[in-house]
């Protein structure tokens, strides 16, 4: 298990697409490993001190990683406890393991998930659990829990996977083909062109007008034929 | 810039005859025919020499490529070359200008042609093509569905024609005539299409057959070193191979001793036969023959499977591709002259008809005469033009064509390609990227080694008659010059970039009175949105011109 | 001769210019950019000093190569072959490269992004649209010249004139484009997006989807919105900042872009954005070509990456993500949040412009340019992308933009090395 903490305030952001893979490397390697701050190219052992604490495939960040980003990308097993908030594209294209965010996250948390777990204890930014610009899907699989709010777009393109959020901003599920999205709060615009997938919301949210109610759910997105529903919790 | 000697190389130049170990010489940029003492020597015992690539079809420049890479960001997230002494390039098929013209170099490549020039848009065309570094360049304005040409032709008015056409390739610096899915365009305008050669534009009257030959009798008139290119009506819908052949056909009243009337482009699209997508089969065997037998040309406009992103002047056919599709969809209507739809689509081994159409390419490759067809992928249309490697091997080797079968589906009842055993040797690719692309667009200075010739030259890692068996080895050569020569210079070692250089921008210059046509000017510009003292291209940053 | 207007995304190029600029098809914007004078940066500064133009470069490009990430903003008010060597330099620098974009039509390129743009040019508006709808914008006060030569009033081969045309305004307000038009649609802020969804719905034949009543709209209104949508042969729909800047954003432009989708399954349609300055369409399209996107772009990995949440410019600075900016042809302080021009006040800031504004207050380095149209020619790309060249028809003592960035590009390669590679 490795511990690492910024050694400095950081002036701008730096991108470390760190992953518990660490943790079973030489230290050597573990502080060689590049990253960027801005334009720079630096070794993780230039800005962060690293300690090591018996086994584990486990890391854990204390101090201020709000300015580090992709913290986590495509990881495959293992743990990251962030103890405070966490940049932006955290659990970016993940395929397993867990990653547990004690304060707030940023936007772009678990961007194209196929597997593996998120669980962020405050609150989280925009574009949850959805497809980077352009692709056709978003996230295949694994879970993305926010205990706090989110701002908009969360799950979009989703195919399958569970995405659960307290409060939220406008377009949750936007084109979705699959999975489930829990809004335990009240939100904006659901379910918009949605092919398939559900959608549950416990408090207000926003109907587009194309959504047909039956048997107490709404179906559609009428517009692209779809078969989901949008349901109350 | 160093003087030069390419030595003990097997040198491959058909249009000189020439099959044999020959040391090359170059000088200022051009083939000598001797130096006492060259500044340099390339040692290519082992390898033959070729002069470089000449691709004529590939949308690589203006509003259309760079509207497809704006819609598409999941296409550019691919980096190939980062910036250190030279540019940073990205994209997947989709590329940017500076990785367009680094890849072309790095295939062997060093003359391009952009097939598709919006006249209104050809400041833009031309700003995209001088950001494409190495390679030389030209590009064909749109003529098919231009209300200028519908007047004319509707009115049998060739002589105005043609003074229309150069004083078009004057103002938009452009090289020849393109024509695509005539009427159809304008057609689609008002929602509609056009579906065989005689029926009529909704504004005119006028049919794709009175537009095909009008045009190419001005162009015949001119003496343009390059025919008419056309993209034929009805592309991509199934049994549209009777069109093709029709179309053909109507070159037969024509003559030209030089060249060839007419090039057909990306006829792979054109081939098929077949009533739905149920039971398309291939019509290439037809068209191959209707090819050989009149004086035409074609490029094959190949399908690679995997990702690909259509985009054509042919605007009505890109709105059904996007009702097929379901992905996205750009459209562009162009007043008075043209118009575009681009639709990103993905060509899957799983699909039959996707697997089919890349069967129809290869058959097309193997069945027109060697002389006839050029190798292309109607870029970004059919796939990357960075596969014309993987292309030549395909039609190089039946080994190679047996293995790729086996991973798409089964088209044994709608193509004869198991069937086919032929097998091109070198010396024929190298006649279809090169011989044949410098005669069907009239240019003498290119496809060949011989004295005077551009000293644009390749050196490849290949024996001059490989074995067919071994395609590994033959696409890995091919898709890795030992050395790329531009104008004489160094842009390419061991398949690395190692130079920047700026070609050159060919453009076609014929007299022409613009006061015979001055009314027409007069009355349409009324109708457009710029001014006419403002249309077209005042500068490139390195001209040709072509008298 | 005639010389084009460089103001607005219009890009009138039919001035007359007789040794002087002739007032008669000018607009009050392109007067007051054509005729009248505003207060000029008179020479080069740093830090307030009278410098040379080679003293001031050599000073930004020290500031652009020390930050650990520059930002290069601005360029919407500049000609293609000076943005050109702007995305060149950002690369070669390592810095980020947006434009006004993403304070603008940025909702715009992400719809793009999402589902295409079904468009043309606008002299299909001139010369076939029989419907003509303006969504969220009002170009009788912003593209002033735009209905009387490509949208309203102008007279086309297939549409003669104002008589053949229904023009629709659907807004919150009653603006004076309502005033030109034959039907008004009044519709409660923020409602655009249900709106653009009910009527797609409708067209659908999903009327049992859409409510009696949407943003303001009654579902017969809704309805008769919808047949007069589908009675045009041609129809287009402009739109601006009352669907991109409001709630809903780029799913609003994804919204019309749906609905032109679903139209054109019926008849024909097409859609363009009202891009608000002369060349932030030149902006996007070269960055585009050289880069692969058209703004928000870094290259501090030594190639181009987008991600307009977090590289446009007020998302960088908000987030102190950036430690220089240089500034070309813009106003940032005048128009960005207050947090966000705190920060700039804190980092070296670069600016070439023609003019004093609020952005030279916080700059460093100081570096006027010529009037691009005026003293600089160029190409610039009209809000439908037809480019059009600007004109110089005036001397002046000061560097054009083009002039400005190629000394600083060289002085980078020097620096830094690299082949001349632009």
């Not at chain 1, 335990?184 to 615009?189: A, D, E, L, M, S």
């Not at chain 2, 162009?219 to 008419?228: C, D, M, N, Q, T």
């Not at chain 2, 010059?481 to 210059?509: A, F, N």
């Not at chain 3, 980092?347 to 380095?365: E, F, G, S």
Request: hydrophobic fraction near 40%; charged fraction near 25%.
């Amino acid at each position: 298990m490795l511990i690492l903490r910024p050694k400095l305030s950081f002036e701008v952001h730096v991108e470390a697409e760190i992953t518990p893979d660490l943790a079973e490397m030489d230290l050597k390697d573990v502080l060689n490993f590049e990253v960027y701050y801005g334009k720079l190219v630096k070794r993780l052992g230039d800005l962060f001190d690293v300690e090591t604490v018996g086994e584990g495939k486990r890391l854990i960040l204390e101090g201020d990683f709000s300015r580090v980003k992709w913290i986590g990308k495509g990881m495959k097993d293992g743990e990251i406890v962030v103890r405070g908030d966490v940049g932006q594209h955290c659990g970016a294209y993940m395929e397993g393991g867990k990653i547990i965010v004690e304060g707030n996250a940023d936007d772009w948390l678990g961007t194209e998930m196929r597997g593996g777990e998120i669980v962020v204890k405050g609150n989280a930014g925009n574009r949850i659990g959805c497809n980077f610009w352009g692709e056709m899907e978003g996230v295949k699989g694994g879970k993305i829990i926010v205990e706090g709010d989110v701002g908009s777009y969360v799950g979009e393109k989703m195919v399958d996977g569970y995405i659960e959020v307290g409060n939220a901003g406008d377009f949750i599920g936007t084109e979705m083909k699959g999975g489930v999205i829990v809004v335990r709060g009240n939100c904006g615009y659901v379910g918009w062109d949605m092919k398939g997938g559900e959608i549950r919301v416990g408090g207000r949210f926003d109907l587009p007008p194309s959504f047909v109610e039956e048997n107490g759910v709404w179906r559609g997105d009428v517009n692209v034929g779809g078969k989901g529903v949008i349901r109350k919790l | 810039m160093v003087s030069l000697e390419v030595r003990n190389g097997f040198v491959i130049d058909p249009m000189n005859g020439v099959f044999e170990v020959k040391d090359v010489f170059v000088k200022n940029g051009r083939i000598v025919e001797s130096l006492d003492k060259p500044e340099m020597v390339v040692n290519a015992k082992g390898k033959v020499v070729v002069a470089g690539g000449i691709d004529v079809h590939a949308h690589v420049a203006g509003g259309k490529i760079n509207m497809g890479r704006k819609m598409r960001p999941e296409e550019m997230r691919y980096p190939r070359f980062k910036s250190d002494n030279l540019r940073s390039g990205v994209g997947r098929v989709l590329l940017t200008s500076p990785a367009i013209g680094y890849e072309y170099a790095r295939m062997g490549y060093t003359t391009v042609v952009e097939p598709a020039m919006p006249a209104l848009y050809s400041i833009h065309t031309h700003e995209e093509l001088d950001s494409i570094p190495i390679v030389d360049k030209m590009a064909l304005p749109l003529f098919g569905n231009w209300h200028f040409v519908f007047k004319f032709v509707k009115n049998d008015e060739i002589e105005k024609l043609s003074n229309f056409i150069a004083w078009v390739l004057a103002k938009t610096k452009g090289f020849g005539v393109k024509v695509v899915n005539p009427c159809g365009v304008e057609a689609w305008m008002f929602h509609g299409n056009v579906y065989s050669l005689n029926d009529t534009d909704p504004l005119f009257g006028v049919s794709p057959k009175e537009v095909i030959t009008g045009l190419i009798s001005a162009i015949e008139r001119l003496k343009l070193p390059h025919s008419l290119h056309i993209h034929c009506n009805l592309l991509g819908i199934p049994g549209n191979y009777e069109v093709t052949l029709e179309t053909i056909k109507l070159t037969r009243r024509f003559e030209n001793s030089e060249r060839q009337v007419m090039h057909v482009t990306h006829v792979q699209f054109n081939s098929y036969a077949g009533e739905s997508w149920k039971d398309m089969s291939s019509g290439a065997e037809f068209v191959a023959k209707e090819v050989n037998r009149n004086n035409v040309t074609v490029d094959m406009g190949q399908v690679i499977l995997g990702h690909a992103t259509t985009m054509t002047a042919d605007s009505p056919f890109q709105y059904e591709l996007f009702k097929i599709f379901k992905t996205k969809w750009s459209n562009l209507d162009v007043e008075l002259e043209t118009g575009s739809g681009i639709v990103p689509v993905y060509y899957s081994p799983k699909v039959r008809v996707h697997s089919l159409m890349w069967a129809i390419g290869l058959e097309i490759g193997l069945l027109v005469d060697v002389d006839k067809v050029v190798i292309s992928t109607d870029y970004p249309n059919g796939g990357p033009f960075y596969s014309y490697p993987y292309i030549a091997t395909l039609l190089m080797s039946e080994k190679f064509r047996e293995e790729e079968m086996k991973k798409i589906a089964n088209v044994e009842r709608y193509s004869i390609l198991p069937s086919l055993s032929e097998e091109r040797t070198l010396e024929d690719v190298v006649k279809m990227t090169r011989v044949n692309p410098a005669r069907i667009l009239g240019l003498n200075d290119r496809g060949h080694l011989g004295e005077n010739a551009k000293a644009d030259l390749v050196i490849y890692d290949l024996p001059p008659e490989p074995n067919p068996r071994d395609y590994e080895s033959i696409l890995k050569a091919l898709s890795n010059p030992s050395l790329v020569l531009k104008d004489g210079e160094i842009v390419v070692k061991e398949g690395r970039v190692v130079k920047h250089t700026w070609g050159e921008t060919i453009w076609v210059k014929r007299d022409y009175d613009e006061e015979l046509i001055g009314d027409e000017l007069e009355d349409f510009f009324n109708y457009y949105t710029v001014q006419r003292e403002n249309y077209g291209v005042p500068h490139v940053r390195r001209e040709v011109v072509l008298c | 001769m005639k010389v084009s207007c460089p103001f607005c995304g219009n890009v009138c190029d039919d001035i007359n210019f007789d040794g002087e600029v002739e007032r008669e098809k000018l607009c009050p914007l392109g007067e007051s950019k054509l005729t009248r004078e505003k207060r000029r940066i008179p020479y080069p500064m740093v830090e307030g000093e009278r410098v040379s133009y080679d003293e001031a470069i050599e000073r930004a490009v020290e500031i652009l190569l020390n930050a650990k990430r520059p930002l290069l903003y601005g360029w919407a008010s500049t000609v293609n072959e000076a943005i050109r060597l702007g995305v060149i330099l950002a690369e070669k620098v390592g810095g980020v490269y947006d434009t006004t974009s993403s304070v603008c039509h940025g909702p715009s390129i992400l719809a793009t992004i999402e589902e295409g743009l079904p468009g043309g040019t606008l002299g299909q508006a001139k010369n076939r649209a029989d419907v003509v709808v303006f969504w969220g914008c009002n170009p009788a006060e912003a593209h002033p010249r735009h209905p009387t030569r490509y949208s309203v009033m102008v007279k086309g081969f297939l549409v003669e004139g104002r008589r053949l045309r229904k023009t629709v305004v659907v807004d919150i307000r009653k603006t004076a484009t309502a005033l030109l038009s034959s039907k008004f649609y009044m519709i409660k802020p923020n409602s655009d997006f249900a709106i653009l969804t009910a009527l797609r719905s409708i067209i659908n034949g999903n009327d049992n989807a859409v409510p009696n009543e949407v943003g303001g709209l009654s579902k017969s209104q809704l309805r008769e919105f919808a047949e007069l949508l589908l009675s045009a042969r041609y129809g287009v729909i402009f739109f601006g900042m009352g669907a991109t800047h409001t709630r809903g954003q780029d799913r609003n432009v994804e919204a019309l872009i749906k609905l032109v989708q679903t139209l054109n399954r019926h008849t024909r349609y097409i859609l363009q954005p009202m891009r608000g300055h002369f060349n932030v369409t030149g902006a996007d399209a070269v960055a585009c070509w050289e880069a692969g996107y058209g703004y928000a772009i870094d290259f501090s990995r030594g190639y181009p990456r987008f991600n307009p949440t977090e590289f446009s410019a007020v998302q960088l600075l908000r987030r102190r993500d950036c430690d220089a900016m240089l500034v070309v042809g813009s106003d940032p302080v005048a128009h960005f949040p207050f947090d966000v021009v705190r920060h700039m006040a804190k980092i070296p800031v670069i600016q070439i412009d023609p003019h004093y504004n609020l952005t030279t207050k916080v700059a460093n380095v100081v570096i006027p340019s010529a009037i691009s149209g005026i003293e600089a020619e160029g190409t610039v790309y009209r809000m439908d992308g037809v480019p059009v060249r600007l004109k110089k028809f005036r001397e002046s003592e000061f560097w054009s933009d083009y002039e400005i960035l190629k000394a600083m590009l060289e002085r980078v390669v020097e620096r830094k090395g690299g082949d001349v590679v632009w």
